[in-house]
């Protein structure tokens, strides 16, 4: 039992360096994540969570929300309290609610702790099954019949499939129960929830597999809505309508993704150059200048922020458009306009240094400096900021801080040898009890225990 116990490690270990939850999509086990970066999207996502988080206990500082693209209809948990959400998900939806729903339904996982049961039923059932397997090879060895080898490994199989897909089914119950307990604290209907599942119902044989019990990783379909349906019977916030501030960030989110993601021609079919909505004027306004109509593309822009000059938004997408056509002082005015209205967007003022850097202007690149400092404080993870910020302090003959900031990006891509390199650099480099060498020393530190 002791080797069993062992191997049963093995292959927990070997499961959950991919992917820890199971609704988690192929990609993220494969390694294969497509991931979607944009400020207003972000926000628009932050303010559905953000009294859901509050309900639930969570603190919103330590949660990160992932969104990547991938068509189809999903949003799961990992370790570390990361949400990711499938722009898919986003496109479909027809309203907030319905985003809102299965947000809070994820967040029933990182309350419910299914991801460290999650990790105990993974080796309850590779255990039944590993003994399935052994007694399937003593049955074999002692009547001669090597066919009973196979049927033992089936019957493994067989055991800790259902075992497991069980446990789950329970989880995801566990989850919808927690997210109308949510939508209710918050005063949000559940009936986002309930329509979102109709429309999950039409994909119902992805989650079946021809109405096969065992073979699904989540309760079926139409036990889910009777649940919900149960709970609107019953709920004071069912009539509540989904917010109009929230309903109008969802279709201006909707409107950028079909813009960006769809292909330009399906995207200029759908919404009609006479169309009024503003998501239809992102949408257009993005396809255009994805077709390289540039002029097009900015008029629809210009004539969005002559209807709302105060929406930092719009002037961020007038910057990407700009950026993206190579305009970078136009790009760079607009940018700066958007942050003036919102200081702490990191992402803009991560393309906005991008672009000051690339002035190859003295002023320009302490600027870009300035508004790394301030990305930093929120995006510190994120290696492309380091580059950046080794590019300007090279071009400003700092050696030491362009060691260090060389150092930061390479660990963040797992470049251990040459992250200790560019530490040690610049620690040689860099004042004794600086800062800066203090953060070298901590690279170096971390590299150690990498080895």
């Known amino acids: 039992m002791k080797r ?6 093995i292959i927990v270990g070997a499961c959950l360096a991919g992917a820890v939850f199971l609704t988690a999509p192929p990609a993220v086990a494969q390694g294969g994540l497509k991931v979607i970066r944009d400020t207003e999207i972000e926000n628009t996502i932050r303010a559905y969570l953000a009294p859901l988080f509050s309900a639930a206990g969570l603190d919103a500082d330590t949660m990160r929300v992932t969104i990547v693209n991938d068509p189809r209809l999903n949003a799961f948990v990992t370790g570390g309290r990361r949400i990711f959400v499938h722009t898919g998900l986003l496109m479909r939806a027809e309203s907030p609610g319905q985003v809102i729903g299965v947000l809070a339904h994820e967040i029933g996982h990182i309350t419910g702790g299914h991801l460290a049961r999650l990790q105990e039923a993974l080796e309850n059932a590779t255990t039944k099954s590993i003994i399935a397997m052994v007694l399937g090879g003593a049955v074999a060895i002692a009547s001669g019949n090597p066919a009973g080898l196979g049927a033992g490994a089936t019957a493994g199989a067989t055991i800790a499939q259902r075992s497991m897909l069980a446990y789950n089914r329970t989880m995801e119950q566990s989850a919808d129960q927690t997210a109308v307990n949510l939508l209710d604290e918050t005063g949000q209907s559940a ?19 021809g109405g096969n019990l065992y073979t699904s990783s989540h309760p079926l379909t139409k036990q889910r809505i009777d649940f919900v349906e149960q709970h609107l019977a019953h709920s004071k916030f069912t009539n509540v309508p989904d917010r109009p501030d929230l309903m109008a960030m969802h279709r201006r989110m909707r ?11 399906k995207t200029l079919r759908h919404y009609r150059p006479d169309d009024p909505r503003i998501e239809a004027r992102y949408a257009r306004s993005i396809a ?20 709302a000059p105060d ?13 993206e056509a190579q305009r970078v002082p136009e790009a760079i005015e607009s940018y700066e306009t958007a942050i003036r209205m919102l200081p702490w967007a990191a992402l803009i003022r991560i393309h906005l240094a991008r672009l000051q850097v690339e002035r190859n202007d003295p002023r320009q690149t302490e600027k870009a400096l300035e508004n790394l400092e301030q990305a930093l404080r929120y995006e510190r993870d994120t290696p492309i900021v380091w580059r950046i910020a080794a590019t300007a302090y090279g071009r400003l003959g700092n050696r030491g801080m362009t060691a260090l900031a060389l150092a930061e990006e390479a660990f963040l891509r797992n470049k251990t040898k040459i992250a200790r390199s560019n530490a040690e650099r610049a620690l040689k480099l860099l004042p004794e009890g600086s800062p800066g060498a203090f953060q ?12």
């Open 4 to 9: 069993i116990r062992s191997v049963v490690g």
């Open 440 to 451: 070298a020393q901590d690279i170096l530190s971390a590299t150690e225990k990498l080895k």
């Open 288 to 307: 255009l200048s994805r077709t390289n109509e540039v002029e097009e593309a900015l008029r629809i822009i210009d004539g969005l922020l002559t209807d």
């Open 311 to 323: 929406d930092p938004f719009r002037h961020e997408l007038k910057g990407d458009i700009l950026r």
């Open 255 to 265: 409107g950028k993704l079909k813009g960006f993601l769809d292909p330009p021609e």
């Open 191 to 209: 009936q986002g929830l309930y329509d979102f599942l109709h429309i999950l119902k039409t994909q119902s044989a992805l989650y079946t597999a």
